[in-house]
């Protein structure tokens, strides 16, 4: 990526880059010894900057059952042994942050999924419902919570997920974002508005002042025009 290039051209050891793929090896979303030994035997191999799996931000949604999570304090001790593994090695690591809004895994007990709207995807059993804009300011809260703990665990920096159709992809795309843009107040066709919403919290939490601690890199940059 030349976002992340830009960054760290004095900073990686190499331009060897893993981007994320998901391997289902948490428990629960904790970081397993499986998990520690995966991305330990690729900071070993040699990798210069690795962006982990996704990560989930809140706890009421899961996009399969072995992905990763950092929804609460809990989740940091085990960050903090991955983290420690690669940078062993001298490894980059970055956490890639997410929400899989109506792409949630159908676990019993999950309530309605998700959206920008009542419009979901093809293969839908049912229609998602539209989220709140009391839901978006909790949404934009429980990103830059989970952005700082990833700091606490001693991570490099943050990545937002915006691919595979998540929330902060649906926000981006004229289509489906209207009514959600309007929503907060601002118009329909400002590009990234929830990815901006969220780089806007982070930077008000204290230990974020100093931007070269989050990095607002977002999946599938080409397609921002923010």
Same mark, same amino acid.
């Given at each position: 990526? /030349?976002? *992340?290039?830009?960054?760290? @051209?004095?900073?990686?050891?190499?331009?060897?880059? !893993?981007?994320?793929?998901?391997?289902?090896?948490?428990?629960?979303?904790?970081?397993? &010894?499986?998990?520690v030994k995966h991305y330990e035997a690729r900071a070993k191999g040699g990798v210069g900057l690795i962006v982990t799996e996704?990560? %989930?931000?809140?706890?009421?949604?899961?996009?399969? #059952?072995?992905? !990763?999570?950092i929804y609460d304090d809990s989740y940091i001790p085990g960050w903090k042994k991955l983290v420690d593994a690669v940078h /062993?090695?001298?490894?980059?690591?970055?956490?890639?942050? =997410?929400?899989?809004?109506? !792409?949630?895994?159908?676990?019993?007990?999950?309530?309605?999924?998700?959206? #920008?709207?009542?419009?979901? #995807?093809?293969?839908?059993?049912?229609?998602?419902?539209?989220?709140?804009?009391?839901?978006?300011?909790?949404?934009?809260?429980? =990103?830059?919570?989970?952005?700082? /703990?990833?700091?606490?665990?001693?991570?490099?920096?943050?990545?937002?997920?915006?691919?595979?159709?998540?929330?902060?992809? @649906? =926000?981006?795309?004229?289509?489906?974002? @209207?009514?959600?843009?309007?929503?907060?107040?601002?118009?329909?066709?400002? %590009?990234?508005?929830?990815? *901006?919403?969220?780089?806007?919290?982070?930077?008000?939490?204290?230990?974020?002042?100093?931007?070269?601690?989050?990095?607002?890199?977002?999946?599938?940059?080409? &397609?921002?025009?923010?």
């Amino acid at each position: 990526s /030349r976002g *992340l290039g830009d960054v760290y @051209k004095r900073q990686i050891k190499n331009r060897i880059f !893993m981007p994320p793929l998901s391997t289902n090896l948490a428990d629960k979303g904790y970081v397993t &010894d499986a998990l520690v030994k995966h991305y330990e035997a690729r900071a070993k191999g040699g990798v210069g900057l690795i962006v982990t799996e996704v990560t %989930t931000v809140e706890p009421t949604y899961t996009y399969l #059952p072995g992905d !990763m999570s950092i929804y609460d304090d809990s989740y940091i001790p085990g960050w903090k042994k991955l983290v420690d593994a690669v940078h /062993r090695y001298d490894t980059k690591i970055l956490s890639q942050l =997410f929400h899989p809004a109506y !792409m949630a895994f159908p676990i019993p007990g999950t309530p309605q999924l998700i959206a #920008p709207s009542n419009v979901g #995807p093809y293969y839908a059993k049912s229609a998602p419902r539209e989220v709140t804009k009391e839901e978006l300011k909790v949404l934009v809260k429980q =990103f830059g919570e989970a952005a700082l /703990r990833f700091k606490k665990a001693g991570g490099d920096q943050c990545n937002i997920s915006k691919g595979n159709m998540i929330i902060c992809v @649906k =926000f981006q795309k004229q289509q489906s974002c @209207k009514i959600c843009c309007y929503s907060l107040g601002d118009k329909a066709h400002i %590009t990234g508005k929830f990815c *901006l919403m969220v780089a806007s919290f982070f930077y008000r939490i204290p230990q974020f002042k100093n931007h070269k601690n989050c990095l607002l890199y977002t999946s599938d940059a080409a &397609d921002d025009k923010a």
